[in-house]
């Protein structure tokens, strides 16, 4: 075991190890300082990205162009030939190639790229900009400067990083080396700021509420727990924005949205990850059914926006997002997909049915609205391919919910399902603070009784309530499961830029293969 110490600090080669450093690009860095070159400098002067050379330079010919450019970037692969050397080289925006010889460098220059300008370096070059015989457009390097000097080694040039496990752990190497990956991202970004300018060109205004909360709410699932040490108390990461929101209905605004990250301390699969990103709304003087239409409105231009069509095929499957799309009652759902009508059975019968076909769940429900949504979940949520609200759900499993107009037991409610996954949940939003009160009372003792998702009481919001809150229209959207459908990956994990991975063991080997 021996040390090396780079920029002051000494590494024994047992951490080289574990952070995937190579010994040889160790001791270039080492080499280059002892001559002087600075391997870290602070800035660079760019005047042109790749997609600007690009752009500007699309009608170059063989000869050398007049003007000069500056770029920088990344160096993926370096061909070398005698005295001229070809690389390639990208940035956020595009790659393009390189071409330098030893006669425009000097002998000393060019046996510096030779010798010490690997893949995964970057560098900063001047030159002029001209077509190759292939009719390559190519940069013919005049100078370069070395800006940071990679110590890593890059997955393999031809097959790239295709570990998926090694992919979400290091996201910065597949953002790297993987268009695919790239592309997703710079859609997700793109989907999030459509979200924001459609709701803010139609009045909303846009807030941020708590996520350290002392009361969590809002949903039913399990928190995150955490202490604050200097409060003396214990505090929760948020499962929900809602409660928070609708304190400023109270306080006069009428049209608000939070883009918020959500924590759920719960399972990790698929559709589901412990830390999520969702958007709620909520508007005053409006019901559930304004909210679908929203919903509706919202994602529809999403798809027209993102994809330029109003289809889209997801896993094979073509989804068409013209509207109007289907809505129906979880009772139609039910009786069309799993042939029950509700009304037709008491409650030992629903229970046999539940037994008979393994209803997971089945052994707690003791009520018709409960048996309803575990059917369902169970017969229809996965039939549900093509864009459609569920909507009129049973008040066991709405505590924010107003209690339906015309139907008893049940609430205003609705979800909105595609390709059998949940992307949104609306409410006529309760406003009755005794009813409210009841409702927070029940979910607490389901709580204390061991339902780790029940919802505590809170006492605040109820009172914000008691001031009077207006007829409130609310829907959350699920932002994840919709990257997912624009971008057609089936994992949530392929659209999150660092899910939440169990820590891998410190003597784990890495999982690509250098260059």
Request: aromatic share 10%; proline share 4%.
């Amino acid at each position: 075991m021996f040390e090396v110490v780079i920029d002051g600090d000494v590494y024994r080669m047992s951490d080289i190890d574990r952070l995937n450093f190579d010994t040889s690009k160790i001791g270039k860095v080492r080499e280059l300082a002892g001559r002087g070159v600075t391997v870290y400098p602070y800035r660079f002067d760019r005047t042109h990205t790749i997609e600007e050379i690009r752009e500007r330079f699309a009608h170059a010919g063989h000869e050398k162009c007049e003007e000069s450019v500056t770029t920088a970037g990344r160096i993926y692969i370096v061909r070398h030939h005698g005295k001229t050397i070809f690389a390639d080289m990208g940035d956020c925006s595009g790659r393009i190639q390189l071409y330098l010889r030893q006669n425009d460098l000097g002998p000393e220059r060019f046996d510096l790229f030779r010798q010490y300008i690997d893949s995964g370096d970057i560098i900063g070059v001047e030159g002029h900009v001209f077509r190759t015989k292939k009719g390559e457009l190519t940069v013919w390097v005049d100078d370069f400067t070395l800006l940071s000097k990679s110590v890593c080694p890059m997955p393999e040039k031809f097959h790239g990083l295709k570990d998926v496990e090694t992919r979400y752990r290091q996201r910065y190497l597949d953002l790297m080396v993987n268009e695919e990956s790239r592309e997703t991202f710079l859609t997700r970004s793109r989907i999030i700021s459509c979200i924001r300018s459609f709701l803010l060109e139609r009045g909303y205004l846009e807030f941020e509420t708590p996520t350290l909360q002392p009361i969590y709410g809002g949903a039913n699932a399990r928190p995150f727990t955490t202490y604050h040490n200097f409060l003396e108390q214990k505090l929760y990461l948020r499962i929900a924005p809602e409660l928070y929101l609708k304190r400023l209905i109270v306080g006069g605004f009428e049209k608000v949205f939070e883009i918020s990250k959500n924590f759920r301390n719960e399972d990790i699969d698929t559709n589901h990850n412990p830390e999520f990103s969702m958007v709620e709304i909520y508007e005053v003087y409006r019901d559930y059914s304004d909210m679908m239409d929203l919903t509706e409105d919202l994602i529809s231009c999403l798809v027209a926006e993102i994809q330029n069509t109003c289809e889209i095929v997801f896993e094979s499957t073509m989804l068409n997002f013209e509207r109007p799309w289907r809505r129906m009652s979880m009772e139609d759902a039910v009786r069309e997909y799993a042939g029950i009508d509700m009304q037709e059975h008491s409650l030992d019968g629903l229970a046999e049915i539940a037994r008979q076909h393994a209803v997971e769940g089945c052994e707690h429900a003791s009520t018709r609205g409960e048996y309803l949504a575990l059917f369902f979940e169970h017969f229809a949520e996965k039939n549900l391919i093509q864009p459609t609200f569920v909507y009129d759900f049973p008040i066991e499993n709405s505590p924010l919910a107003k209690k339906h107009r015309e139907k008893e037991g049940f609430t205003e409610r609705f979800e909105l399902f595609i390709y059998g996954m949940e992307m949104a949940n609306g409410f006529s939003e309760l406003n009755d603070p005794l009813d409210q009160k009841a409702r927070l009372e029940l979910q607490d003792r389901k709580r204390r009784a061991g339902d780790v998702e029940a919802q505590m009481i809170d006492y605040d919001f109820i009172n914000a309530l008691g001031y009077g809150m207006p007829p409130t229209g609310g829907v959350g959207i699920g932002i994840d499961r919709l990257v997912m459908l624009l971008t057609n990956h089936s994992s949530i994990k392929e659209v999150i830029l660092f899910p939440q991975m169990k820590v891998a063991a410190p003597d784990d080997p890495p999982k690509h293969t250098e260059r």
